[in-house]
Nanobody, 121 residues
């Protein structure tokens, strides 16, 4: 069974940086897309950035130029580098992975538990 776990959240001053990591674990699988989401208190969860197995990335306009998504296949990890953080970037950041299990041939769609980002002025 494939699982993903996020790490790297914390408290940072506005203008600071954090690097979040999403690591997938399990056996015999291929991830076709990993997406970072965030959810601020009282707001809906929103997609922030995604990366596909072919390297194609997507990122929302409000974080373009400040956030970057990257993949390390040797670690089954997808990182989200967040620079110039603003108070409204705060929230719980979730990782979502979509892929295929080799043994069964079935697709999977899994979420992590989230990591909290707090940005203070």
């Amino acid at each position: 069974q494939v699982q993903v776990a996020e790490s790297g959240g914390g408290l940072v001053k506005a203008g600071g940086s954090l690097r979040l990591s999403c690591v997938a674990s399990g056996s015999h699988f291929t991830i076709t897309k990993t997406t970072w989401y965030r959810q601020a208190p009282g707001r809906q969860r929103e997609e922030v950035a995604g990366i596909q197995s072919n390297g194609v990335t997507s990122i929302i306009a409000s974080v373009q130029g400040r956030f970057a998504i990257s993949r390390d296949d040797t670690k089954n990890a997808v990182d989200l580098q967040m620079n110039s953080l603003k108070p409204w970037d705060a929230g719980v950041y979730y990782c979502r992975a979509f892929g295929v299990a080799h043994t069964s041939g079935r697709t999977f769609d899994v979420w992590g538990q989230g990591t909290r980002v707090t940005v203070i002025s």
